[in-house]
């Protein structure tokens, strides 16, 4: 058995770390998850905390952070197999060019990589935080791009996997060598070519759709009208063996994007998929409430859905919505065999009604975790499935 272990750097000249909520990272045994990283820091004109300068200059701030909590874990970014970047409208413009920043830290051992623009941050002056998964350990990271010339000039790998842990980056329905988006205009369409994509990089690690236990899916406004019609390409593709899944509405790189999928795979191992609810509506979902594959457990993004009236519990109330959801969250742990203390990650996609109100949440997460906070990252989005959903949360465990 291997204790949750909260990672802190002995040098952090950015603040004082007695001051957060939440731990920078955690550890579980060769598994580590790093909270969203913001580049906050004491601000001496101020004598406050402050993310300055452009883009740029913040993801170096963020990028040095990581390297701290890297090395405090014993690790390197050659042992990170997923980043997520969350950024804001007015850092898209010079987004790109983050990735020089990027190549500064992980040289020539790049992660997958997703990148989404969110309606705003939790810190009102970031332009950019970025959550982050490694796999320490002797095994060799193995990058899977596609061999024409532009892959081996981008900052991230299609997919990158590490042990039995396989991450796919954000995959768009963008042509592999021509760069121009399949089914513009589209959403089923592009679904469909997400997951061939998908399904390549699987395939050239030595996995399939039965190995994946977690997908996001990252959907554009324009994408949401015939979104539910995506459910039947999933079945295509998983046939009946289903991974946990999470929708939430962004804005995607592309305009033409209408949506993004990144996955996770666990390669090896017994699977069990967690159907927490005996209702029969949920024998007909491409998803699964929670899957988990060896050790680890991801959990679907959960709202305060009743789970058979299907009505909001707490409407209006993003406190109420937040304990419904944990509810529902820690049927779906003990189902497998799992407890709070075992989840290693959140991210809660916080609809813009659910802003005001959302530091209540924090005491709703002490009710629930009571011995170590997992690593977390909160994001407001532009909107969530449901417009009386003010909070969605999934969850990622490690068992054992």
Known sequence: MSAKEVIKPKSWPFYDLEKENSPLAVKKGNLLFISGCTAKEYDSSSKG??????????????YKKLNLILDAAGATFADVVKTVDYLVPGGLKEYADTGRVRRDFFADSFSAATGVVVN???????LLTVNCMAVLGNDKKEMIASSHPRYQKLTYREGVKKGNILCVSGTSAAHPVTREMVGVGDVVAQTRQIYEKIGTVLKE?????????????????????????????RRDFFADTFSAATGVIVNLLRPEMLL????IAVLGNDRKEMIASSHPRYQKLTYREGVKKGNI??????????????EIVGTGDVAAQTRQIYEKIGTVLREAGATFDDVVQTVDYIAPGGLKGYEATDKIRSEFFTDTFPAATGVVVNQLLRPEMLNEIDTIAVLG
């Open 260 to 263: 993004e999928v990144d996955c």
């Open 205 to 233: 690690s030595g996995a399939s759709f039965a190995d994946v236990v977690k997908t996001v899916d990252y959907i554009a406004p324009g994408g949401l009208k015939n979104y539910a019609e995506t459910g039947r390409v």
């Open 120 to 126: 705003q941050l939790l810190t009102p002056d970031a």
């Open 49 to 62: 905390l402050a993310c300055k300068g452009d883009i740029i200059n913040q993801a170096r701030v963020i």
């Open 297 to 310: 457990l991801c959990t679907s993004g959960a709202s305060s859905a009743h789970p058979v009236t299907r």
